[in-house]
């Protein structure tokens, strides 16, 4: 970054991006224990939009595992 006005966030955003992760990566696992927990049943899964993209490359490597399909809605 080079615009001192924003400096004062320069600590913060290390911070936030960790945090973001982790969020992420707690929303897949609870979404993967719920697909284990109710086997060959529909799951819909209402979440915000930023974290679309995330949670979509997250679950996909599971799918033959737990045996479900990604459907995302365009």
């Known amino acids: 970054m080079d615009r001192k006005e924003l400096s004062e966030y320069w600590d913060f955003i290390p ?13 897949a696992q609870n979404i993967l224990k719920q697909i284990a927990n109710h086997p060959n049943k529909k799951i819909v899964v209402l979440n915000g939009y930023y974290h679309r993209y995330y949670l979509i490359e997250e679950l996909k490597p ?9 459907n995302p809605l365009e």
């Open 15 to 27: 911070i936030h991006m960790d945090y973001w992760d982790t969020r992420n990566r707690a929303m």
């Open 62 to 70: 599971y799918q033959a595992e737990y045996e479900f399909v990604l």
